[in-house]
């Protein structure tokens, strides 16, 4: 491990102030990578995980659904996260090593809703929080109510531990869950029940996008 480079590397995290962060162990990162070449297992070693919080006010907003205030916010987070990884991977290289950003929000795979990589897996696997009810990556202090984004490098750098915690006695998103999608198995999210219901916001609601808030507000963690 290359500590000096470790330290370069959270330098450039508090320079561009996400507020969450963590790295991985890319060897643990078990999902596919959609649409990418082979060789980026081989290539890359490690993952940097960051996010961006929602804001309360905003969420606030979103009562019984998803509204334009909450899209115009949650395009402007991605925005800001895709620079974010612009800027983290583009200083990675200049130091000679690899570092590949990926977008905060993209479907790559639209049959299966998927994007090149799963965020929350990789901040899972980062010791950022854990997959929730709700199938969303959950911060311990912030709950659901962050957006992420991933790059991935062979930068030297020191993984962090996944957390063993889990949501516990907490049920707050199967209690709004406007597609009764949400399950007491974290295992059993009905994907289908929840894109369906996406789906008819994105038309009834004129907001071209896929998004809904409900279970994301519900979600405080202990903030």
């Given amino acids: 491990m290359n500590e000096k480079m470790d ?6 995290i508090e320079e561009y102030k996400p507020h969450v962060f963590g790295i991985g162990d890319f060897s643990q990162y078990d999902r596919e990578l959609v649409g990418l070449p082979d060789y980026i297992r081989k290539e890359y070693t490690f993952i940097v995980s960051f996010g961006l919080v929602l804001s309360k006010s905003v969420l606030d907003t979103v009562t019984d659904g998803p509204n334009l205030i909450y899209l115009h916010h949650y395009r402007q987070l991605n925005y800001r996260l895709d620079m974010i990884g612009y800027h983290i991977a583009l200083a990675i290289e200049r130091k000679g090593y690899k570092a590949l950003p990926f977008p905060a929000s993209q479907i790559v795979d639209w049959q299966h809703q998927k994007g090149h990589i799963s965020h929350k897996r990789a901040g899972e696997i980062s010791g950022i929080g854990w997959i929730g009810r709700n199938n969303l990556l959950i911060h311990p202090v912030y709950g659901a109510r962050v957006r992420y984004n991933t790059v991935l490098t062979n930068m030297p750098l020191v993984p962090g531990t996944p957390l063993s915690f889990s949501c ?6 199967m209690d709004v869950c406007p ?3 949400v399950k007491e198995d974290p295992l059993s999210f009905d994907h289908h029940g929840c894109y369906e219901t996406l789906d008819k916001f994105k038309k009834k609601r004129n907001l071209g996008h896929h998004i809904c808030g409900i279970c994301i507000k519900a979600c405080r963690g202990s903030r």
């Fill in 7 to 12: 330290s370069e590397l959270m330098a450039l």
């Fill in 168 to 173: 516990g006695k907490c049920r707050a998103c």
């Fill in 179 to 181: 597609a009764g999608a």
